[in-house]
């Protein structure tokens, strides 16, 4: 069974970057999906990015096209978010999740594994 651990999180101003990463314990699915989700108080748990079949396709949200940048680093089973240029409405706990099968990356059930999480905080 695979598991993730998610660290980078913290507390930034608006403007500000930070990078997210998520480390699996084992090497993920070749052909599936490595997802970043977010979701803050009261809101449901959204996509934000993901990466697939080893880095050929990334998927982006709406909302951070262009802020954000998923990668893999498959030497180190490990993905990274790059979150810059960061708002207040950014703010949320950011979940890495794998998917072995992903028809559509960024929706939530398509993953069956889930780090615990680390809160991302943007003050205005």
């Known amino acids: 069974q695979v598991q993730l651990v998610e660290s980078g999180g913290g507390s930034v101003q608006a403007g500000g970057s930070l990078r997210l990463s998520c480390a699996a314990s084992v090497s993920t699915y070749n052909n599936g999906c490595m997802g970043w989700f ?13 990466i697939c079949s080893g880095g050929v396709g990334t998927y982006y949200g709406a909302s951070v096209k262009g802020r954000f940048t998923i990668s893999q680093e498959n030497a180190r089973n490990t993905v990274y978010l790059q979150m810059n240029s960061l708002k207040p409405e950014d703010t949320a706990m950011y979940y890495c999740a794998a998917a072995r099968y992903a028809n559509n990356p960024l929706l939530r059930s398509q993953y069956t594994v889930w780090g615990q999480g680390t809160q991302v905080t943007v003050s205005s």
């Open 38 to 50: 977010r979701q803050a108080p009261g809101q449901q748990r959204e996509g934000v990015a993901a």
